[in-house]
């Protein structure tokens, strides 16, 4: 069973940045697409961010349109992780940040089973 740890949450001032770290163990990392969500407060999952596996889908990459320009995901396969860089935070990026495997690699309301969440990291901008 795969497990999916998150780090790098945190409190920042609007306008700041972060980076989000995601280490996956358990399983295949580099045949595995993968992905960030985000719930915010009174607010359904959605997804941020997804990357493809690099040697079947060429590592591309999708992002909302709210977070385009602004995060950045990546991903190191030597290390088994996926990255959310996250630049010119606002306050309305305040939500818990979820590493997923097997996301959606395009817009979309799927939500992937259980199994295939981590636990969540905070992510709080102030204004």
């Known amino acids: 069973q795969v497990q999916l740890v998150e780090s790098g949450g945190g409190l920042v001032q609007a306008g700041g940045s972060l980076r989000l770290s995601c280490t996956a163990s358990?399983?295949?990392?580099?045949?595995?697409?993968m992905g960030w969500y985000r719930q915010a407060p009174g607010k359904e999952r959605e997804l941020v961010a997804s990357?493809?596996?690099?040697?079947?889908?060429?590592?591309?990459?999708y992002y909302k349109s709210s977070v385009k320009g602004r995060f950045t995901i990546s991903r190191d396969n030597a290390k088994s992780t996926v990255y959310l860089q996250m630049n010119n935070l606002k306050p309305e990026d305040t939500a818990i940040y979820y590493c997923?495997?097997?996301?959606?690699?395009?817009?979309?309301?799927?939500?992937?089973?259980?199994?295939?969440w981590g636990q969540g990291t905070q992510v709080t901008v102030s204004s």
């Open positions: 997923v495997r097997d996301p959606p690699l395009g817009p979309s309301t799927y939500i992937p089973p259980a199994e295939d």
């Open positions: 358990g399983g295949t990392f580099s045949r595995d697409d």
């Open positions: 990357i493809a596996t690099i040697t079947w889908n060429g590592g591309n990459t």
